[in-house]
């Protein structure tokens, strides 16, 4: 069974940074796609950045919507995944989940860690 966990949320004032962090334990395979989504309030959960994986390969995915501003990586010697989070706006409010997706109806949600954006 695979659980993700993330961490790294809090307040920050419009213009910081954060980076969240979402590490996993489980077997995920050697094709799987990763992934950090982003719920602000009372709205529905969208995604917002992606990492692609097949065998040692892996693609990273940013919307345009927040490109230049947010990154993803990952370290898989520490089973860890990064969103670097870079001139934060008031609308990147929200919680954001970890999100892993694999063959065989692999599809694993961390709890959420709570960002909030405000002076």
């Known amino acids: 069974q695979v659980q993700l966990l993330e961490s790294g949320g809090g307040l920050v004032q419009p213009g910081g940074s954060l980076r969240l962090s979402c590490t996993f334990s489980?077997?995920?395979?050697?094709?799987?796609?990763m992934g950090w989504y982003h719920q602000p309030p009372g709205r529905q959960r969208n995604l917002v950045a992606t990492?692609?994986?097949?065998?040692?390969?892996?693609?990273?995915g940013i919307p345009n919507s927040v490109e230049g501003r947010f990154t993803i990586s990952r370290d898989t010697a520490k089973n860890t995944m990064y969103l670097q989070m870079n001139s934060l706006k008031a609308e990147d409010t929200g919680v954001y989940y970890c999100?892993?997706?694999?063959?065989?109806?692999?599809?694993?949600w961390g709890q959420g860690t709570l960002v909030t954006v405000s002076s």
């Open positions: 489980g077997s995920i395979g050697s094709i799987h796609i």
């Open positions: 999100n892993i997706k694999g063959p065989r109806g692999l599809d694993a």
């Open positions: 990492i692609t994986t097949v065998g040692v390969n892996s693609t990273g």
